[in-house]
């Protein structure tokens, strides 16, 4: 049987130096990873799942003590006591990781291609031409339209989900024994996170690749894993085959968290409010380049294609579809993050969309951004009092320091989150616990309008309805509006008044959230909603 075994993990402890002392992340955690198995994490954000993960590949922080009693047993040996350059040969070869973050996991300098080539490249004796090759092919494995242009072309050009498939092509490149996913399919959606869930499994069946999910997402878990293990406060609270433990869980914490889902519906809306922000035929395009250096030609993307919308105070506006469908272009298009092509944007009866930078500046406290990704919108040399504070000061928000110090940690608290964190910085919390501080940073500034770029998709489903509160409490007393992008028709239907559903830069449908999500008109919706609702069927 232990031939079996891909890895045997015992008694993992970590902890981290932090002010004041140490913190205990993960308590003797154990588990077995048979090969062509796939075995799930499962718990809420700041639980230890993830640095159970990093503890495995040996890719924690300097300020992290792995526990003198931790075996890690891979190939007969305890990777725990490997140097480092014997775990070099492994990463990436015949260990393999998929981070929640693609932005921050890829170089931003550098090319998909080349990043792809040198993954092969370090650990396979081949050419770069060779490397190249392999890379369109990994890149058109994971599902990315047009490949050969894919390749030369940045991080910054591709939409979330599109990076989070990089990752995924990086981490499958060489066949490896052991894939760790932590949160593979945070960006995507619906439907391509069936197609990727998909793929993993396809190659872990042809290749015998052993899996360690970490998600808190329990419907892919319940689809997926043949083994749960789920972590509170760095213990192992309850383990065992995925049906069982769903079936019939036995610890409070496991029993909380199968019954944790989005849950309710959007504040009615009162009278006739007045519109916030409107758009009329919006269109962006952008001029791409396909081909060789010297052969290469010139072809525009029309990413958003003469759209329009109408948002009142106090509404939720959700706007849904596939990754690539233009839909955080349009978002961003609409607060003029990107540059429009044509269209005509107003925002509190004045029209903006022929302002400059100077000229947008007094509307920018007025109209906030939470951005999909919160490690790489959030500045790391900057601690939360300086993240949070800095919009304050820049705005003219607070008549003495006192003051703002006050309005950042009511902020915090109206977050979900401590007040006593100020002096603490981005990378010592965790995805969840990031997000949540981007979402503190915007209503600090108190706004009336903030555009919600997939705020919930890195939250675990008891955070997740935290936070739906969260914002349904502030839009009931500031009057708030929304702008909310998502892929998750369960948060959509518990948050949103209306939602517009987008394809390819067009709207397809829209109209009241019931409406579009209980009788969708058109085949797209209905693959959508298909996918959201009945993945686990």
């Known amino acids: 049987m232990t031939q079996n075994i891909a890895i045997q993990a015992n008694n993992i402890g970590v902890s981290f130096k ?127 339209p047009d490949p050969e242009a894919r390749v030369r072309q940045y991080p910054h050009q591709l ?12 981490a499958l490149a060489n066949n490896p024994d052991v894939l760790i996913a932590d949160e593979p399919t945070t960006a995507l959606d619906v439907t391509v996170q069936a197609e990727i869930l998909n793929l993993i499994k396809a190659l872990q069946q042809k290749n015998g690749m052993a899996v360690i999910l970490i998600t808190h997402d329990l419907t892919v878990v319940r689809q997926f894993a043949d083994h749960v293990y789920v972590m509170q406060h760095g213990l192992v609270r309850e383990e065992g085959p995925t049906e069982t433990v769903f079936s019939d869980p036995q610890h409070p914490y496991t029993r909380r968290l199968l019954s944790s889902e989005p849950k309710g519906s959007a504040n009615p809306l009162e009278g006739n409010p007045e519109t916030v922000l409107a758009g009329r035929n919006i269109r962006v395009t952008y001029h ?28 939720t506006l959700g706007l849904v579809g596939e990754s690539g469908s233009g839909k955080t272009t349009f978002g961003q298009a609409l607060l003029r993050l990107n540059k429009l092509t044509a269209g005509e944007v107003d925002f509190l009866g004045h029209r903006i ?47 003495t320091r006192a003051d ?41 500034l108190e706004p009336e309008f903030i555009l919600l770029d997939e705020p919930t998709s890195a939250l675990d489903l008891s955070v997740q309805a935290q936070i739906i509160e969260l914002l349904r409490k502030l ?59 009945e993945i686990a069927t």
């Open 353 to 399: 969309d022929s302002l400059d930078r100077q000229g947008m500046k007094p509307f920018r406290q007025r109209m906030q951004i939470v951005f999909q990704d919160p490690f790489s919108s959030l500045n790391p040399r900057m601690s939360v009092r300086q993240l949070i504070e800095e919009g304050l000061i820049v705005n003219g928000i607070g008549k």
């Open 288 to 315: 791409l380049r396909k081909g060789g250096a010297f052969r290469g030609t010139m072809y525009d993307l029309q990413a958003v294609d003469g759209l329009s919308l109408n948002l009142k105070r106090g509404e």
């Open 159 to 170: 939409s979330g989900g599109q990076r989070q498939r990089v990752m995924i092509a990086m």
């Open 475 to 533: 839009q009931r007393d500031k009057g708030l509006s929304y702008l909310f992008i998502s892929h998750d028709l369960k948060v959509v239907r518990a948050l949103c008044h209306r939602v517009i559903v987008m394809q390819q830069g067009q709207i397809v449908e829209q109209g009241p959230v019931a409406d579009v999500l209980e009788n969708p008109q058109t085949a797209y919706t209905r693959r959508l909603v298909r996918a959201a609702f």
């Open 18 to 144: 932090v002010d004041g002392g140490m913190i205990e992340a993960v308590k003797d955690v154990s588990f077995t990873l048979h090969k062509g198995q796939t075995i799930a994490l499962v718990g809420e954000s700041g639980s230890g799942k993830s640095v159970t993960a990093r503890a495995i590949m040996k890719l924690l922080s300097k300020r992290a003590t792995v526990a003198a009693k931790t075996e890690i047993l891979y190939g007969g040996k305890n990777m725990a006591r490997l140097s480092d350059r014997e775990m070099r040969r492994l990463r990436g070869n015949r260990l393999t990781m998929i981070f929640q973050e693609p932005m921050s996991s890829l170089n931003p300098v550098y090319t998909i291609g080349t990043q792809l080539a040198e993954v092969l490249r370090i650990h396979q004796k081949i050419s770069k031409a060779d490397a190249l090759k392999r890379a369109v092919a990994l890149l058109a494995e994971v599902q990315i």
């Open 404 to 444: 703002r110090i006050e309005r950042v940690k009511q902020a915090l608290r109206d977050a979900g989150l401590p007040d006593t964190i100020l002096s603490r910085f981005p990378h010592e919390f965790s995805g969840g616990q990031r997000q949540r501080l981007a979402i503190a940073r915007a209503i600090a």
